[in-house]
Each structure stands twice: as C-alpha cells, then as structure tokens.
C-alpha cells in the first residue's frame, strides 16, 4: 500500500459502514495485542504498570502508522511470517516464564524499559494482519485508516489493564494468556507463503499446527524452568560446599 492509494470518501452509508467495520475489527484484534502488554507489564510494580500499558500500547500504534504502507508487501515475502511467528513464541515462553505463579522460579524483576521494548517487538510482528484488515476496511480513505489504528489505542489500553488485573487473581490466565500467543505464533509459521507452497498444508493441518503450539509454549516454559532452578540450586549448593 502507498500513500498514493489513498483516495477519499464522502460522509455516506459507504462511509458509515467502513466506520462500524474499523471498530469491530479493532474490538476483535485488540485481544492478541492486549494479552502481550498484560504479561509484559505483569512484572513491574502497580504505579508502573499504567504506564507501561499507555507508553507501550502508544508506541506501538506509531509502529503501526509506519508499517501500514508496506504490510502487504511484507506479508507476500517468504520467510517474512515464519521467522515472525519463531519470534512470537519466543516472547510467548518468556513472558510465561516471567508471570507463571511457580513459587520455586526465581524471576528477575523486570524494568519499564524492558517491558516497553517486548511489548514493541511483538505489536509490531503481530500487527500485520490487523493494519491490512483496517486497511482494507477504509476503503482508502484516510482519516478512517489512521482513525483505525488510534481507535487500537484505548482499546488495548483497556483490555490489557483488566486483563494485567485478572491475572493477579487468577494466575491460571496466565497459561491461558502464553497459549493464545503460541496459538499466533504457530499460525504465522504454517501460513507463511514459503510454508504454503512447499507443504500445501490443509486447513486441519494449521489448526494442528496452532494447537500444538499453543501447549508447547507451555512445555517449553514449564521445562526450562525447571532447568534454570535446579541449575540455580546446583550452583548454591556448590557455594555452599566451598
């Protein structure tokens, strides 16, 4: 998309419907953006958090702004959504490590810097497929593109505050959360155009493929865990004998 494509739209049913289809499709796809800020943001301290979620959630808009006029192009080189979706889960598995409720982990406190950089990294990977759905929905209209992705904005906001909330008393969302993200990052690798025109895969087998994914983050979290506390306790006990 250039910005030579943008055309404008008169204040018609044209333009009403494009409207109402913006905020629906900013209400649907704010979920997977909102689940990264909730665990990234989970972390910092209660006076932090909200201004993580705002500084974050703003910063990646701005990314959002800049992407639009080459998302499509982007989406159609191969290999661009496979090593996206790699990314994802790796954000996926390190956020889960950060937020999961095991006692015996040891996790580092995370800086507010460092909770705006991954909520930035992943936007930005994950928004794709959202810049070229508002997109196509403003039917090249300005206003109503950069009026999509701003809506994103309080939208977002929104969502990961109460979501951030929820999983302080419910840590179980948690996983929930970490799934969702491993769901995302299994379907960007499966539909990657390289993917798609070696493996032809069906449609059950990206489902299989989002599924799998989604418990592996899990598996992958739990086991690595696992092996930085026993690496820790291995290494106290030497001190110890020492």
């Known amino acids: 998309m250039h910005l030579s494509d943008l055309g404008t739209m008169g204040f018609n049913w044209e333009f009403v419907t494009a409207f109402l289809s913006i ?17 990234a943001v989970r972390s910092l301290s209660r006076k932090q ?4 979620i705002i500084i974050g959630a703003g910063a990646a808009v701005v990314l959002r702004v ?28 390190k956020l889960f490590m ?3 409720p095991e006692d015996k982990f040891q996790k580092e406190a995370k800086t507010l810097k460092q909770a705006i950089v991954t909520i930035m990294i992943a936007d930005l990977v994950m ?31 929104f969502t990961s505050n109460l979501l951030s909330k929820l999983m302080d008393r419910y840590p179980f969302i948690i996983y929930l959360g970490a799934m969702v993200l ?8 499966i539909t990657d155009p390289w ?48």
Do not use: C
């Open 23 to 39: 905020v629906l499709i900013d209400l649907i796809l704010a979920g997977d953006n909102a689940v990264v800020i909730a665990m």
């Open 49 to 52: 958090r909200t201004k993580g």
């Open 66 to 93: 800049g992407l639009t006029f080459v998302a499509a192009q982007l989406l159609t080189i191969s290999g661009i959504k496979f090593f996206g979706g790699a990314l994802i889960l790796w954000v996926a598995v």
């Open 98 to 100: 950060e937020g999961a």
């Open 127 to 157: 928004s794709t497929d959202n810049i070229l759905a508002v997109a196509g929905a403003s039917k090249g209209n300005l206003f109503l593109l950069l009026f999509g992705l701003g809506l994103s904005i309080p939208f977002v906001v």
């Open 182 to 189: 491993g769901r995302v990052g299994g379907e960007m690798m």
């Open 195 to 242: 993917v798609v025109n070696y493996l032809h895969p069906s449609h059950y087998t990206e489902w299989a493929v989002q599924v799998v994914f989604a418990v592996g983050v899990i598996v992958v979290g739990k086991l690595w865990m696992r092996w930085v506390a026993a690496r820790a306790e291995k290494e106290t006990q030497i001190g110890l004998s020492d």
